[in-house]
């Protein structure tokens, strides 16, 4: 296929472009390169990768290239409540209005595959898992930008929404600002950790799922269209606290406290059914532990001390 992938340069989308690639697709990226990333040069030697610098936001632009795609897949976007907080209008512009233009100059036959995130579902309903038909209550502005691209995602005829859990793992664009990844990179060089709010339940899966979740997709775009889907992992809907108690298991001197004053910005609390997921036929190959894992090793190479004397 032809495949048009906005935002394709950040975390996901360098596992995600690469992997397409390999199966045969032609992949044009449209990035900013908001975070100065090279992740995507190992792509450039496929005569079927284009990549061009740009804003997802830009008509002209975005109307050209649609114009050449089968499959366009939404990346672009400002991620996470923090740096969401830092602008409001680009999160708005880039999170719902961009995905809101392209369903618009997509024509009926195109197919769009949008992730979003599960913390659309806010704070869930004490004990009861948040299935695809409970209430959306975004708590943020980066949930409450990531359900409106849904909503016009799905309201046309050609489109899948993966409600995402928060991801983890290694990607050539690394983000250290999501959970796992966080705290395994403090547990690795801080060996401690304070936490906020720890009996907040959070839902949790891995990178390579990720891309192999939209491969899926792809494949079975019939079956599965006119939809949203919660992809996480069944067995880590975990508490922050559950969370660290996992990462001590890898790393045994890891500390960890719970303050007992201070709020997480982020005030998501809620356990998550993937049974639908499921049934379309997608199994998640990578636990929390195998992550768990892969990070201390990736931790070994990355180090964010370029202030520090050691
Ligand atoms: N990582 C997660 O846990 C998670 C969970 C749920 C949903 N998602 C969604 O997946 C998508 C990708 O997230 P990510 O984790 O890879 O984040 P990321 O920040 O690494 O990637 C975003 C990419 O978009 C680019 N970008 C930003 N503004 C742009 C603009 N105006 N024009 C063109 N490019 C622009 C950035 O350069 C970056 O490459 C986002 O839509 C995000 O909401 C991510």
Same mark, same amino acid.
């Given at each position: 296929?032809?495949?048009?992938?906005?935002?394709?340069?950040?975390?996901?989308? /360098?596992? #995600?472009?690469?992997?397409?690639?390999?199966? !045969?697709? *032609?992949?044009?990226?449209?990035?900013?390169?908001? @975070? $100065?990333?090279?992740? #995507?040069?190992?792509?450039?030697?496929? *005569?079927?990768?284009?990549?061009?610098? !740009?804003?997802?936001?830009?008509?002209?632009?975005?109307?050209?290239?649609?114009?050449?795609?089968?499959?366009?897949?939404?990346?672009?976007?400002?991620?996470?409540?923090?740096?969401?907080? %830092?602008?409001?209008?680009?999160?708005?512009?880039?999170?719902?209005?961009?995905?809101?233009?392209?369903?618009?100059?997509? /024509?009926?036959?195109?197919?769009?595959?949008?992730?979003? %995130?599960?913390?659309?579902?806010?704070?869930?309903?004490?004990?009861?898992?948040? %299935?695809?038909?409970?209430?959306?209550?975004?708590? /943020?502005?980066?949930?409450?930008?990531?359900?409106?691209?849904? &909503?016009?995602?799905?309201?046309?005829?050609?489109?899948?929404?993966?409600? #995402?859990?928060?991801?983890?793992?290694? /990607?050539?664009?690394?983000?250290?600002?999501?959970?796992?990844?966080?705290?395994?990179?403090?547990?690795?060089?801080?060996?401690?950790?304070?936490? @906020?709010?720890?009996? @907040?339940?959070? +839902?949790?899966?891995?990178?390579?799922?990720?891309?192999? &979740?939209?491969?899926?997709?792809?494949?079975?775009? *019939?079956?599965?269209?006119?939809?949203?889907?919660?992809?996480?992992?069944?067995?880590? +809907?975990?508490?922050?606290?559950?969370?660290?108690?996992?990462?001590? $298991?890898?790393?045994?001197?890891?500390?960890?406290? *719970?303050?007992?004053?201070?709020?997480?910005?982020?005030?998501?609390?809620?356990?998550?059914?993937?049974?639908?997921?499921?049934?379309?036929? @997608?199994?998640?190959?990578?636990?929390?532990?195998?992550?768990?894992?892969?990070?201390?090793?990736?931790?070994?190479?990355?180090?964010?001390?370029?202030?520090?004397?050691?």
């Amino acid at each position: 296929m032809k495949i048009l992938i906005t935002g394709g340069a950040g975390y996901i989308g /360098s596992v #995600l472009t690469p992997t397409l690639l390999a199966l !045969g697709h *032609e992949v044009t990226v449209l990035d900013s390169f908001y @975070f $100065k990333q090279s992740s #995507l040069l190992d792509c450039c030697q496929h *005569e079927k990768f284009q990549v061009i610098r !740009g804003d997802a936001r830009d008509e002209a632009l975005i109307k050209a290239l649609v114009a050449k795609a089968d499959l366009i897949i939404p990346l672009a976007a400002l991620v996470g409540v923090p740096l969401c907080n %830092t602008d409001a209008i680009a999160t708005k512009t880039t999170n719902q209005e961009a995905v809101e233009m392209l369903c618009r100059l997509a /024509s009926r036959s195109q197919w769009i595959i949008v992730p979003v %995130t599960n913390s659309g579902y806010g704070i869930g309903d004490k004990g009861k898992s948040c %299935t695809e038909d409970s209430p959306l209550r975004p708590i /943020s502005t980066y949930g409450v930008t990531k359900v409106k691209a849904e &909503v016009a995602a799905l309201s046309r005829e050609n489109s899948i929404s993966f409600r #995402l859990a928060t991801v983890f793992g290694l /990607s050539p664009r690394m983000r250290l600002d999501l959970l796992v990844n966080d705290f395994v990179y403090r547990a690795v060089n801080d060996r401690a950790v304070v936490i @906020f709010e720890g009996h @907040f339940k959070r +839902n949790y899966i891995h990178i390579r799922d990720v891309v192999r &979740v939209f491969a899926h997709g792809i494949s079975n775009f *019939e079956k599965m269209k006119g939809k949203p889907y919660n992809v996480g992992l069944d067995d880590a +809907n975990l508490s922050k606290l559950e969370l660290c108690a996992e990462i001590k $298991k890898h790393l045994p001197k890891f500390v960890y406290l *719970e303050a007992p004053i201070g709020e997480d910005p982020d005030k998501r609390d809620y356990i998550v059914s993937n049974a639908r997921i499921a049934a379309a036929g @997608f199994k998640p190959e990578w636990n929390l532990d195998r992550g768990i894992r892969e990070l201390i090793k990736g931790y070994t190479i990355l180090r964010n001390t370029i202030y520090s004397n050691v």
